[in-house]
């Protein structure tokens, strides 16, 4: 009709049919951004200001600092120390107990780096048994005593 021969059939069926993914991604975003911006415009928090009553402490009631904790120190040799002052460990055990009793006792063990395991484990069995619930270990090096 126009000057171009009519297509053969036979190229026409050893063609084969493909998808495009290009198209697609583009829809994809599309979409991602639409949603995106959608529920920003969703986002619409209102202020409403407030004059809260302030809370004064009682004269009677007497605040508490934190206590400071106490570093319990095993040594290479078998030896406890309590705040860098040795001690014994039938010593360690009494102060334990006194401590106990003070508001939010803090216990941090340490340890030289050639102590033995069961001295160091000695020494947190005690402070479970005097009902001590914070204890920490430190693991950074610390010389003996100190």
Known sequence: MYGTPPPDLDDAATKQARIEIIPLIDVIFF????????????????????N??????????????????VYLQVSDRGNYYWDQE??????????????????????MLTSDDRANYGDAIRLLDAVRAAGIDQVSMETRFRRTGQ
């Open 86 to 107: 040795l001690i014994s460990f039938p010593e360690v055990k009494l102060r334990l107990a006194q401590y106990a009793t003070e508001h939010d006792p803090k216990i």
């Open 31 to 50: 979409l991602l951004a639409t949603f995106v911006l959608f529920t920003l415009s969703l986002d619409r928090t209102q202020i409403i200001p407030l």
């Open 52 to 69: 809260l009553p302030k809370v004064e402490t009682p004269p009677d009631r007497i605040i508490i600092e934190p206590a400071e904790p």
